[in-house]
């Protein structure tokens, strides 16, 4: 009898276990969309993930390989900025990226990420000269389709 309790126990923890875990699946679902072909830096490939928190904003996460140093582009610039473009259609500065080159390896990494209030409904990025300026510059470097 003793035996049949312990296993009904165990078994129940396991399905409540189950249970949340997939709940926070659920609740934590993110979008994933990736940058189109760059024609500015054609070696760069990237995502971008989208997802709400628990205060109803949305954090957005991008994640890019082999982006070339922006010092290296014609014309050489000071900086990689991220655009958004929200439901109002309003574009937003939403931050620079930090790339980052590691010793032995040929791959240059950038990663950003974000918290808005407002929802993206397009990310790009930009090579620009000054990181806060408030309107996004000619040289496009990557971006999305609309989502």
């Not at 290296?72 to 259609?89: F, G, I, N």
Request: aromatic share 8%; glycine share 4%.
């Amino acid at each position: 009898m003793q035996n049949f309790i312990t296993k009904r126990i165990i078994r129940n923890s396991v399905l409540g276990i189950l249970s949340i875990f997939l709940g926070l699946s659920f609740v934590s679902c993110t979008k994933q969309i990736a940058f189109q072909n760059s024609a500015v830096v054609p070696a760069a490939r990237g995502t971008i993930h989208v997802k709400r928190d628990a205060n109803k904003n949305y954090v957005i996460g991008v994640n890019i390989l082999d982006l070339a140093e922006v010092n290296r582009l014609t014309p050489p610039k000071k900086t990689y900025v991220v655009w958004m473009l929200t439901e109002q259609s309003e574009t937003k500065n939403i931050g620079q990226i930090n790339s980052e080159t590691k010793m032995f390896s040929k791959k240059l990494k950038a990663n950003f990420e974000t918290v808005s209030s407002e929802k993206p409904i397009q990310v790009f990025i930009t090579a620009e000269d000054d990181g806060s300026t408030q309107y996004p510059g000619e040289v496009l470097v990557l971006t999305t389709n609309k989502f």
